[in-house]
């Protein structure tokens, strides 16, 4: 294990009591836990409906299920996320199609978004890469104006917001329905879990039956549709209420511990930074700086085996989705259709990040950063 791992989650006595007191009690499944927990993600949101599940690739599944996605339907998505986003798509046996992203927000460019719908386009999943919301608001509006469905896959942006005053939106109140997860990386978690929020009364209920076996009566043996075993435990969403409790600090440490990198990283001639835009405000899933040209595309990979060799965790994030082997095999994609995805995704470094870093550590990561990058081109230079 490294000594400054990638991530760690935040968990307190509160969790660990709230746990203890599920596994005193008689019910592990389908109870009062679970229902708190949906309620109180709901209000944070401003959302009418939250449905608990088991992940947030389960979340989006059921979500394109229940928009009435099918074979041969065109979903359009990012090629810059984790796979959950276009694997949602390939589920129903729909077709994702990719439009590349937006070089500051990493996000999906809105404006090449109308050139990719055609007849067959259903739908679209958004998504807030590394929890920057830039052009969720525009990306709404193109979806409505193009009569599309528009699912938010906000798995790493809970907490966040873009608008200022009146104007202001909670990341997850966009489109027909969000989907956020709460794997260990992320801003709170349950371990694994995920939540599906929406106002559409008819989608709420889709999910709920998805989630539990197609279930919509009160019948154990009864089943309306065909469902899967998505449910959260009441162990989970035991911690997810108290989590949700906690939102505001531990969003401010992870605030925090942004603003240390931000401050010491500011000024380092090999990197760039997170893009900051004043309307937009960043609940920080991870902490993802960029190599800038003075690097070639295989430096990234050799600068993480050196990193970690010093006990520092990090990572790629993320590899092109429509390269992963299968996305190749299935659809014919080819390097070079996503410049602006693949550029950047060959330069992504996130560095460790959560909210129990300490002001040392970050010395030492950026400090060790720093002395690798200028290794690494000394090296170079030496060569030629």
């Known amino acids: 294990m490294p000594t400054i791992p990638l991530s760690s989650p935040d968990i307190t006595q509160r969790e660990i009591d709230a746990v203890l007191e599920v596994l005193h009690g008689t019910t592990l499944s389908i109870g009062p836990r679970v229902i708190e927990f949906e309620e109180k993600l709901a209000r944070v949101v401003g959302r009418r409906h939250a449905v608990a599940v088991s992940s947030g690739t389960t979340g989006l599944h059921c979500a394109v299920l229940a928009a009435g996605i099918k074979p041969g339907d065109e979903v359009i998505t990012t090629p810059f996320s984790f796979v959950a986003?276009?694997?949602?798509?390939?589920?129903?046996?729909?077709?994702?199609v990719f439009v590349d992203i937006d070089p500051k927000t990493l996000n999906m460019d809105v404006t090449r978004v109308p050139a990719a719908i055609t007849p067959r386009t259903k739908a679209i999943v958004g998504v807030e890469a590394f929890g920057h919301p830039g052009g969720m608001p525009e990306l709404e509006q193109l979806a409505q104006k193009n009569e599309l469905i528009l699912i938010e896959d906000c798995c790493e942006g809970f907490g966040g917001s873009v608008g200022k005053g009146p104007a202001m939106r909670q990341i997850g109140s966009f489109?027909?329905?969000?989907?956020f997860g709460f794997y260990p990386n992320k801003q709170i978690t349950t371990g694994e879990g995920?939540?599906?929020?929406?106002?559409?009364?008819?989608?709420?209920?889709?999910?709920?039956?998805?989630?539990?076996?197609g279930r919509e009566g009160m019948s154990w043996l009864a089943h309306q549709r065909l469902g899967y075993n998505y449910r959260l435990s009441e162990i989970n969403a035991a911690m997810g209420a108290v989590q949700v409790d906690r939102l505001e600090e531990i969003l401010e440490n992870r605030r925090r511990v942004a603003q240390m990198y931000m401050e010491r990283l500011m000024t380092n001639k090999f990197l760039i930074l997170p893009t900051l835009q004043?309307?937009?405000?960043?609940?920080?899933?991870?902490?993802?700086?960029?190599?800038?040209?003075?690097?070639?595309?295989?430096?990234?990979d050799e600068i993480m085996i050196e990193l970690r060799r010093e006990g520092i965790g990090c990572n790629n994030y993320f590899?092109?989705?429509?390269?992963?082997?299968?996305?190749?095999?299935?659809?014919?994609?080819?390097?070079g259709m996503f410049p602006i995805c693949e550029y950047v995704a060959a330069r992504t470094l996130a560095l460790p990040f959560f909210g129990g870093l300490t002001s040392s550590q970050i010395d030492t990561v950026?400090?060790?950063?720093?002395?690798?990058?200028?290794?690494?081109?000394?090296?170079?230079?030496?060569?030629?």
């Open 175 to 179: 489109g027909r329905a969000g989907v």
């Open 194 to 213: 995920g939540m599906i929020v929406t106002d559409d009364d008819t989608f709420a209920a889709t999910c709920r039956a998805l989630r539990n076996q």
């Open 278 to 300: 004043d309307d937009t405000n960043m609940s920080w899933f991870v902490f993802v700086v960029r190599l800038n040209d003075l690097f070639e595309p295989g430096d990234r």
């Open 366 to 384: 950026c400090r060790t950063l720093n002395r690798i990058l200028e290794e690494k081109l000394t090296r170079r230079k030496g060569r030629f």
């Open 319 to 335: 590899p092109p989705i429509h390269l992963q082997p299968y996305m190749v095999e299935k659809f014919g994609f080819k390097e």
């Open 85 to 96: 986003s276009a694997n949602c798509i390939l589920y129903v046996d729909a077709k994702p």
